[in-house]
T-cell receptor, first 116, second 117 residues
Framework: AQSVTQPDIHITVSEGASLELRCNYS??????LFWYVQSPGQGLQLLLK??????LVQGIKGFEAEFKRSQSSFNLRKPSVHWSDAAEYFC??????????????FGKGTTLSVSS | DAGVIQSPRHEVTEMGQEVTLRCKPI?????LFWYRQTMMRGLELLIY????????DSGMPEDRFSAKMPNASFSTLKIQPSEPRDSAVYFC???????????????FGEGSRLTVL
């Protein structure tokens, strides 16, 4: 069955330090992968997505992610974290296959805290 | 442009009562999704529609849950009767859903927080 695993429930990073959030997926076909961010009391916002091509994808707010098929991973990175990046981050895979539309399965999320 | 609009934002009800959550997707989007978020289970896809037709409802927990999309601009998620374990934040999201080339971005509403006592 398709699944997304985010091994880290909670991460604390100092402001200005680099960040890497891990994501592993299980999916039989070529995956379409996504990272979303959720601020408290808000819905989710797309950070970046991978469909095909270059395995390093750039997103909004200075985030990037690298798709590694051999490791079934799609880790999110940012070189220098800002206090405003504190939020919950979700990795997701599209499981709609050949059906119409896009249906995303989300990991359980990683909460990022930023210390000063 | 208005985003996805959900109502109510907060709902507190008693066990056994009927609950109806409402969603207005972004105009022009033809896919609509209902998700449930809890601490224990994270974000779960309950059901999604494309062009008002339910495509996959395998995530609907049980017969007490039902969803409809009578037209392109409105959807409801109904729980009857409600139970305390249904307490969660329910998100509606929409997307263009026109195919794999440009799909992928789901636009989420701010959620409906349901508390069943």
């Amino acid at each position: 069955a398709q699944s997304v695993t985010q091994p880290d429930i909670h991460i604390t990073v100092s402001e200005g330090a680099s960040l890497e959030l891990r994501c592993n997926y299980s999916y039989g076909a070529t995956p379409y992968l996504f990272w979303y961010v959720q601020s408290p009391g808000q819905g989710l916002q797309l950070l970046l997505k991978y469909f095909s091509g270059d395995t390093l994808v750039q997103g909004i707010k200075g985030f990037e992610a690298e798709f590694k098929r051999s490791q079934s991973s799609f880790n999110l990175r940012k070189p220098s974290v800002h206090w405003s990046d504190a939020a919950e981050y979700f990795c997701a895979v599209d499981v709609s296959a050949n059906q119409a539309g896009t249906a995303l399965i989300f990991g359980k999320g990683t909460t990022l805290s930023v210390s000063s | 442009d208005a985003g996805v609009i959900q109502s109510p934002r907060h709902e507190v009800t008693e066990m056994g009562q009927e609950v109806t959550l409402r969603c207005k997707p972004i105009s022009g989007h033809n896919s609509l999704f209902w998700y449930r978020q809890t601490m224990m289970r994270g974000l779960e896809l309950l059901i999604y529609f494309n062009n008002n037709v339910p495509i996959d409802d395998s995530g609907m927990p049980e017969d007490r849950f039902s969803a409809k999309m009578p037209n392109a601009s409105f959807s409801t998620l109904k729980i009857q009767p409600s139970e305390p374990r249904d307490s969660a934040v329910y998100f509606c999201a929409s997307s263009l859903g026109t195919g794999k080339v440009d799909t992928g971005e789901l636009f989420f509403g701010e959620g409906s927080r349901l508390t069943v006592l």
